[in-house]
């Protein structure tokens, strides 16, 4: 089983940033693919971005591509994800998950997810 706990939300002013951080415990996340989702208020669950520890590849939205960044200290058994110049779009509760199961062909489809945090909110103001 795969414990996932999501810290560092907050509010912003646009233009800002924020570090998200996913601590990780228990058996089967070491390889497996890591991801940070968000949703907003009425809005269908989004993948943001995901990280594949087996080559380092990552996945971001077209959305946050040059503004945030998703990276794993393996050390710490932490996901990060530094969102920088913020908008008030990127509004919305942010989820930390992973696969479950190792294979790269796991990171794309949401379904394939097994595991979730609590989710960690996120409020940028313009």
């Known amino acids: 089983q795969v414990r996932l706990v999501e810290s560092g939300g907050g509010s912003v002013q646009a233009g800002g940033s924020l570090r998200l951080s996913c601590a990780a415990s228990g058996d089967g996340y070491g390889r497996a693919c890591m991801a940070w989702f968000r949703q907003a208020p009425e809005l269908a669950r989004e993948k943001v971005a995901h990280y594949y520890p087996g080559d380092g590849s990552t996945y971001y939205v077209d959305s946050v591509k040059g503004r945030f960044t998703i990276s794993r200290d393996n050390a710490k058994n932490t996901l990060y994800l530094q969102m920088n110049s913020l908008k008030p779009e990127d509004t919305a509760m942010y989820y930390c998950?992973?696969?479950?199961?190792?294979?790269?062909?796991?990171?794309?489809?949401?379904?394939?997810?097994?595991?979730w945090g609590q989710g960690t909110q996120v409020t940028v103001s313009s």
């Open positions: 998950a992973a696969t479950n199961g190792e294979e790269l062909w796991r990171c794309p489809g949401v379904a394939n997810y097994d595991y």
